[in-house]
């Protein structure tokens, strides 16, 4: 998993550098290094991370798109995977 981490961050830190931090691209790079994390069982980074893509995707995609709703459901795989069972099936429902 070291690689993989490694690899994810280099490609996240060089889109943020050329793309900006709210671009879709970026926000790829940011949620496949949050399920690096989740992976990992590295809960609460994975959190951090995909609560940013959420929130970011919300505000620039908005809620219906795409990539909004897969940060959704990413988000609510890792709190599943913690023990935070309402709250992921709370977030799956807004996800439908």
Do not use: I
């Amino acid at each position: 998993w070291k690689d993989a981490e490694r690899f994810q961050q280099e490609a996240f830190e060089l889109r943020k550098a050329v793309l900006g931090e709210e671009h879709p691209d970026t926000l790829a790079s940011m949620a496949n290094l949050a399920s690096t994390y989740r992976n990992q069982g590295r809960w609460k980074e994975a959190e951090s991370l995909q609560v940013q893509v959420m929130e970011t995707s919300l505000r620039v995609l908005g809620e219906e798109h795409p990539n909004t709703l897969n940060s959704m459901a990413n988000l609510a795989l890792t709190w599943k995977s913690y023990g935070r069972h309402a709250d992921a099936l709370a977030l799956m429902n807004d996800c439908a």
